[in-house]
């Protein structure tokens, strides 16, 4: 999914009525919590979709407009007021530009990061459609997301235990941060996940950097490793689903994650292209 080919006509004002960081406070990262609500005729966005923010953009530059994507985080609600409200979660960013070394700020995200409560804001989507709850009910389910990946998983399993009871098969959610307090929905300001933990078929796996002060990255090896020979037969078995959300690095992590557990490159190169042609490997990664 490219920016530039989406349809960004059909736009949407939104307030938001809410801002919470839920990220610790000794946490380097700060991610929000954002609520928008968007008056008039629904706005109908599924759980594994993203709306599109259209922030301020740099005039000097040229562009008026900055378009970013942005995970609903839970399933969409009307108020008493006829209004739609949508959560999503955003990481703030800067980047250090590579030849100046200087630092800059995200524009999106930032521009998200300082809104208040009240502030209005443009809105156009929702793209995607990926993340789909399958038709077997004993389907076993894989979810992997690191940082605001978690997000349409969020949404996924709110969607999945509150409105599809048909649903009895096993979830695994693999859950990742370079530490605890980075782990989102998973900590001591939000811990979203706990309402998930008397089920008995689902179940949270952490998975973290062993060398967090030195920006180490999440070590999926280890996480993977950590279930083994079970987490083999369901990647084997003929009813999996393995969805993937995050930063595109997450890609190789994981390939090297899943070739150390299948023994060969060959063997979990065929598996994983076989899961893929069965639309049963899918990934949503920026
Ligand atoms: C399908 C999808 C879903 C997403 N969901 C979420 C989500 O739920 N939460 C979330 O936080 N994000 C999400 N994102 C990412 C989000 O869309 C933005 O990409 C992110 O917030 C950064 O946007 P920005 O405008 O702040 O940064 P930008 O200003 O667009 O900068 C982003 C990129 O530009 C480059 N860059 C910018 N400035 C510099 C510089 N000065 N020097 C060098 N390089 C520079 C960097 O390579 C960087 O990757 C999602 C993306 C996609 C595609």
Redesign the pocket.
């Known amino acids: 999914?490219r920016l530039q080919d989406l349809d960004t006509t059909d736009r949407r004002s939104a307030r938001l009525t809410s801002t919470e960081r839920i990220t610790p406070d000794e946490s380097p990262e700060e991610?929000r919590e954002l609520v928008l609500e968007i008056p008039g005729a629904a706005f109908e966005a599924s759980p594994g979709q993203?709306i599109g923010i259209i922030?301020p953009g740099e005039v000097a530059f040229g562009q008026a407009e900055?378009l970013?994507?942005?995970?609903v985080?839970d399933i969409p609600e009307r108020t008493s007021e006829g209004a739609t409200r949508l959560r999503?979660?955003?990481?703030r960013?800067d980047?250090?530009?590579?030849y100046n070394g200087?630092r800059?700020?995200?524009?999106?995200?930032?521009y998200l990061c300082d809104l208040t409560v009240g502030d209005r804001v443009t809105l156009t989507g929702p793209?995607?459609d990926l993340f789909h709850i399958p038709d077997d009910p004993e389907a076993a389910l894989i979810l992997i997301g690191a940082g605001?990946g978690i997000?349409?998983f969020r949404a996924f399993l709110m969607h999945l235990y509150r409105s599809q009871p048909r649903f009895g098969g096993e979830v695994k959610l693999f859950h990742g941060g370079r530490t605890g307090l980075e782990m989102l929905y998973r900590n001591d300001v939000r811990d979203d996940f706990a309402q998930f933990g008397d089920i008995a078929t689902f179940e949270a796996i952490e998975a973290v950097s062993e060398r967090p002060h030195w920006d180490g990255e999440i070590d999926w090896t280890k996480a993977i490793g950590s279930r083994g020979e079970e987490l083999r037969e369901w990647v084997l078995r003929p009813h999996t689903y393995i969805y993937l959300a995050g930063l595109e690095s997450i890609r190789d992590r994981l390939d090297s994650a899943f070739v150390k557990l299948f023994g060969s490159s060959e063997t979990w190169t065929r598996r994983k292209a076989e899961l893929v042609a069965g639309g049963r490997w899918v990934e949503?990664l920026?």
């Open positions: 999914m991610v993203s922030a900055h970013r994507l942005y995970s985080a999503i979660c955003v990481r960013c980047y250090i530009d590579p200087e800059y700020r995200g524009i999106a995200s930032n793209f995607g605001t997000a349409p949503w920026y």
